[in-house]
Structures are given as C-alpha cells and as structure tokens.
C-alpha cells in the first residue's frame, strides 16, 4: 500500500526553524516526485517545494525561497522539508504528497495526513 507519512509540525516563534519529515511506504523516493504543500484556515492549498529526486531537479514557490529547503534520504525513504526563518504567515496544515513535478496540487494523487505548523508572531 502506498501511503506518506508526515510529522516534524509544531508551535515555534517568528524566526524559528523546523524540519517536517515525511516518510515513504509502499514506494520510493525516485519513484514519484514528492512534494510538501500547506493550506491555511480559509485559504486554497497551495506547493510550498516539490523534488524528482531521481534527477535532482527541485522546486520552491516564491513565498519561501531563500528560507527552506527540501531534499531527500534515500535509505531512509525520506523527503525533509527543513523550515528556516518562519513567519507568521507560513503558518498552516502541512502535507507532503507523491505525483509529478508540478507545484500544483492537482497533479499530485496520493497524499499523507497534514501536520499542522503555527508560528506565533
């Protein structure tokens, strides 16, 4: 069964740092691109960073650039998404997803449960 699992969220100050994990089952990292999204109380779900780690190829949307950075453990079957100088606004559910290298959530089929990211101003 394919499934993600994702953990890492928490309560930080602005400023702060985390690292979300999201660990793979049922497949492996160069099989899929996988990709770490977040959806904010009343807002759409939007791509925060996606990785092909079968050729590297990696992708950040604008609002984080400069501030995190996805890779990925292949013998951990693991894709991180390490969180640096986190604002207010970053604040929100957190999911990581398999699918192709897009950040458009649409072109992403399996996902895991969120983990929920607050940072407090």
């Known amino acids: 069964e394919v499934q993600l699992q994702a953990s890492g ?3 930080v100050q602005a400023g702060g740092s985390l690292r979300l994990s999201c660990v793979l089952s049922g497949f492996t990292v160069d099989d899929y691109a996988i ?3 977040r959806q904010a109380p009343g ?3 939007e791509g925060v960073s996606v990785i092909k780690s079968r050729d590297g190829s990696i992708y ?3 609002a984080v650039k400069g501030r995190f950075r996805i890779f990925s453990d292949k ?3 693991t894709v991180y998404l390490e969180m640096n100088s986190l604002k207010p606004e970053d604040t929100a559910i957190y999911y990581c997803a398999a699918g192709f290298t ?3 959530p649409q072109f992403f089929g399996v996902w895991g ?4 990211v ?4």
Do not use: H, P
């Open 102 to 104: 897009s950040l458009e």
């Open 60 to 62: 950040l949307a604008d």
């Open 35 to 37: 990709g770490w999204f």
């Open 75 to 77: 013998a951990k079957n």
């Open 9 to 11: 969220g928490g309560l």
């Open 43 to 45: 807002k759409e779900r």
């Open 118 to 121: 607050t940072v407090s101003s």
């Open 113 to 116: 449960q969120g983990t929920q």
